[in-house]
Antibody, heavy 124, light 108 residues
Framework: QVQLQESGPGLVKPSGTLSLTCAVG?????????WSWVRQSPGKGLEWIGE???????NYNPSLKSRVTISVDKSKNQFSLKLRSVTAADTAVYYC?????????????????WGQGTLVTVSS | DIQMTQSPLFLSASVGDSVTITCRAS??????LNWYQQKPGKAPNLLIY???SLQSGVPSRFSGSGSGTDFTLTISSLHPEDFATYYC??????????FGQGTKLELK
């Protein structure tokens, strides 16, 4: 059973870079799944940041694309998020999640499982 | 981007009640719609995928329906552990995947 665990600094200074890692346990990152980052600002809803395939292919939310890089380290079975030029608006709980799929008549995708989430606060 | 609009945003109900949450997409998304439950301080948990397929381990009192632009999540006979926030999410078109604003189900 795949389990995900986020790690990284809980406090980042304004204009700095937010860096998080998601360790994938109980399974390989080199399956046919994609691997996503999702964030949730305090008291707010969910925002998809982007995702990566084990080949290194990525998809990003256009609203964040200019500041985001997601990378994969197959040797460590983990993937990472970097968000540059952060402001207080980037304060959120950051989740990693597996974007898995199945084919019925068409291919459907969903997020399962999720990591427990890590709170990142942007403050001086 | 495909906008997802949930209603109501807040819902009060009692244990044993049946409730329905609605999710509307800004364009047709066929059956590419997922539902998640989130409890305070926890990550979202998948309930329903592909509009109506129940995730393994999820109680059968949860059901999903709809296609195109209009979808519903129904919880029949509410249990105490069902009081949480529920989100819909479209997987028709990425980037980006998008979520609804969430519906908070509270105990009356």
């Amino acid at each position: 059973q795949v389990q995900l665990q986020e790690s990284g600094p809980g406090l980042v200074k304004p204009s700095g870079t937010l860096s998080l890692t998601c360790a994938v346990g109980g399974g390989s990152i080199t399956t046919s799944d994609w691997w996503s980052w999702v964030r949730q600002s305090p008291g707010k809803g969910l925002e998809w940041i982007g995702e990566i395939y084990h080949s290194g292919s990525t998809n990003y939310n256009p609203s964040l694309k200019s500041r985001v890089t997601i990378s994969v380290d197959k040797s460590k079975n983990q993937f990472s998020l970097k968000l540059r030029s952060v402001t207080a608006a980037d304060t959120a709980v950051y989740y990693c999640a597996r974007d898995t799929s199945a084919t019925f008549s068409n291919e459907y995708n969903w997020f399962d499982p999720w990591g427990q989430g890590t709170l990142v606060t942007v403050s001086s | 981007d495909i906008q997802m609009t949930q209603s109501p945003l807040f819902l009060s109900a009692s244990v044993g009640d049946s409730v329905t949450i609605t999710c509307r997409a800004s364009q047709s998304i066929s059956s590419y719609l997922n539902w998640y439950q989130q409890k305070p301080g926890k990550a979202p948990n998948l309930l329903i995928y592909a509009a109506s397929s129940l995730q393994s381990g999820v109680p059968s009192r949860f059901s999903g329906s709809g296609s195109g632009t209009d979808f519903t999540l129904t919880i029949s006979s509410l249990h105490p552990e069902d009081f949480a926030t529920y989100y819909c999410q479209q997987s028709y078109n990425r980037p980006p995947y998008t979520f609804g604003q969430g519906t908070k189900l509270e105990l009356k």
